[in-house]
């Protein structure tokens, strides 16, 4: 492996710009990794019951605790239990199906009643699909379901009271499983608006959370009404409370967009709120990953990951037109991934002294069966019709086994993991518990790379990610300190890259992906472009070998591209040797003549960014 390093002892400083040298008697800085997932749909969404889910939030908390489950005539256990969860059914409709199906008066009657519960009634249970036709017509019969309209339009309502009992049994579950110290548990839901979706997490317990009503989608499809809302909580209540934007690479180009909702210019006020109440994103999930693409990087050998989605919709011109969006892919790119809004925010920081962007990066499933599984040896799927069967493979590839939350806390708690994801001392996996640490400060030396020591070092010399970096002088250059080591059991890694975006004096905007530490002795060509690690997977069995690849990697990395008049950010992106994804797991478990297509994946970490503003 090769790194850049920077020998010169520099004074370090955190991002209020107070000097530091050592850490204060009784200076405490998180130590512990939690693993978590906030997007887990139940039988309570609108559009996983009617896809066969009737796992309840208590069974999902439970699956999610290493309970055994019994689902649809299985019996499942998650193989390594999460630290953390939240249940985020969808605000739209909550409870709608059961309430209709258990004949709960507060579903209102209407013209359509009699019609939708006979549907409901009518559909086969997932388990019973025997073919890719009856498949394929409860996918469609499910769909439509799904979409029916409810409370404000026709088809079917709810009574006020009756919201009130679902939102409170939901609030119930969660304080019933939040153990502090051993299991965390939030109260939350997701806001669902076009493709411009969000999850929202309270900060604290059932007293306050119970004092309202989830805003959803029927009160307003503008999260700027959404934002005013979690505003007011915070100044009614004593909690705090946050939202998730995820599925950006689906938004078509809206969820970054450089103006408001209405398409009025963003002001300061406007960048504030919303760095404020969005201060991380999904940035992976089982819809796939939206950190960058090809049309955004085209130079970034790894930016076509798990694009399945976006190339299916790609090719969908009513879906283009209902977003409303007339602009080019390239453009609709800039503005739906990652990488595009955090090169975004830079400039409108210029503009109004504010970053709208400034957000962290997490992963989570988005699993609408109510397990949180991420793993592509054993990935149950997106929705009930979606788990393990030999029909799901081609109509279900375009769906990844992701994602799943990492978070850096001093403790298993609400308050210590929400302060975490607070700061975006957080990171996001496509699956697997790839350990990461990621440093930036003004003095890292190549030796702090081999500390045993090294978070200690890491915070006493500079910020963790998430962070800020502050200049202090002339000459000084950043450097980082990285680690990332492999999944207990897992696959090798094959790299750790450093991404950098940054605006020149001229307000353009660039990136460069830069390998910083790599396995194999293998050599960079004459254009800095590092040869691929190979690959051990053998497709005939689904399995690989760890006989290339790296188990862990410490670097420290300076940026000698460095300009102190140029305002950047970096993260870090660490690569997974190739291992054969869960559709050739499929294929071989089932006998299948044809490997559906992707038949290989490298699983990745993606850090929150430090940033440096001059």
Not at 88 to 117: Q, T, W
Not at 603 to 608: F, I, K, L, M
């Amino acid at each position: 492996m090769r790194a850049l390093v920077f020998v010169a002892l520099i004074t370090a400083y955190n991002s209020s710009g107070s000097e530091h040298y050592s850490p204060a008697i009784g200076w405490e800085y998180p130590e512990n990794l939690y693993w978590g997932d906030t997007h887990v749909h139940t039988y309570l969404s609108h559009d996983a019951y009617p896809t066969g889910t009737r796992v309840t939030p208590d069974q999902a908390y439970r699956f999610a605790k290493g309970e055994t489950i019994h689902a649809d005539g299985h019996d499942v256990r998650l193989r390594r239990p999460l630290d953390f969860m939240m249940v985020a059914d969808h605000a739209e409709n909550m409870g709608v199906f059961p309430g209709l199906m258990a004949g709960k008066s507060c579903i209102l009657a209407s013209g359509d009643r009699e019609r939708l519960y006979q549907q409901l009634s009518e559909l086969p249970a997932p388990s019973d699909i025997l073919s890719a036709k009856t498949a394929q017509e409860f996918e469609i019969a499910s769909a439509r379901l799904s979409n029916a309209k409810g409370i404000k339009g026709e088809g079917f309502s709810i009574e006020e009271g009756c919201r009130w009992h679902v939102w409170h049994d939901v609030i119930d579950s969660a304080e019933e499983h939040n153990h502090p110290g051993k299991f965390t548990t939030f109260i939350g839901y997701e806001y669902s608006s076009g493709m411009l979706h969000r999850n929202v997490v309270f900060s604290g317990g059932a007293e306050n959370a119970r004092r309202v009503l989830p805003f959803s989608s029927l009160d307003s499809i503008n999260p700027e009404d959404l934002w005013s809302y979690l505003e007011k909580y915070r100044m009614d209540t004593s909690d705090d409370v946050i939202s998730i934007p995820h599925n950006g690479n689906l938004s078509r180009g809206n969820m970054f967009m450089g103006v408001t909702f209405d398409g009025a210019e963003i002001t300061s006020d406007y960048a504030k709120t919303r760095a404020s109440i969005e201060p991380l994103i999904e940035v992976t999930q089982i819809k796939g990953t939206s950190e960058t693409h090809p049309l955004i990087s085209p130079d970034d050998e790894f930016a076509d990951h798990e694009q399945q989605w976006w190339e299916l919709l790609a090719d969908i011109k009513p879906y283009m037109k209902l977003v409303g969006s007339e602009r080019s892919l390239a453009d609709q790119a800039a503005t739906s991934f990652a990488r595009g809004a955090l090169k975004e925010g830079l400039s409108i920081e210029a503009k109004v002294g504010v970053n709208p962007f400034k957000f962290g990066m997490i992963g989570s499933t988005d699993s609408h069966t109510g397990f949180a599984t991420a793993r592509e040896s054993n990935f149950w799927g997106k929705m009930a019709m979606d788990q393990p069967s030999r029909f799901r493979a081609e109509r279900s590839s375009i769906y990844s086994a992701a994602g799943y939350a990492a978070v850096w806390a001093k403790e298993n708690t609400r308050q210590a993991i929400f302060a975490a994801m607070k700061r975006r001392e957080v990171y996001a996996t496509t699956g697997p518990r790839i350990r990461v640490r990621f440093f930036g400060g003004w003095g890292y030396l190549a030796s702090d790379a081999l500390q045993p020591n090294l978070a200690e070092v890491g915070y006493r010399k500079g910020v963790p990610m998430g962070g800020d970096l502050v200049q202090r002088g002339d000459n000084r250059v950043p450097s980082f300190l990285i680690s990332a080591s492999r999944e207990p059991g897992g696959a090798n890694l094959d790299r750790v890259q450093v991404v950098k975006g940054w605006r020149d004096k001229k307000g353009g905007l660039h990136e460069k992906v830069y390998d910083v530490a790599w396995s194999d002795n293998r050599e960079a060509d004459i254009y800095g472009r590092l040869p691929p690690a190979g690959s051990t997977v053998n497709l005939n069995d689904a399995s690989y070998l760890n006989s290339i690849g790296s188990p862990s990697f410490s670097v420290t990395w300076i940026d000698t591209d460095f300009e102190r008049d140029e305002a950047a950010f970096y993260y870090v992106r660490v690569l997974q040797i190739p291992t054969p994804r869960w559709t050739t797991y499929d294929a071989v478990l089932y006998g299948l003549s044809e490997l559906p297509s992707p038949e290989v994946i490298q699983e990745r970490a993606y850090t929150s960014p430090i940033w440096y503003t001059p």
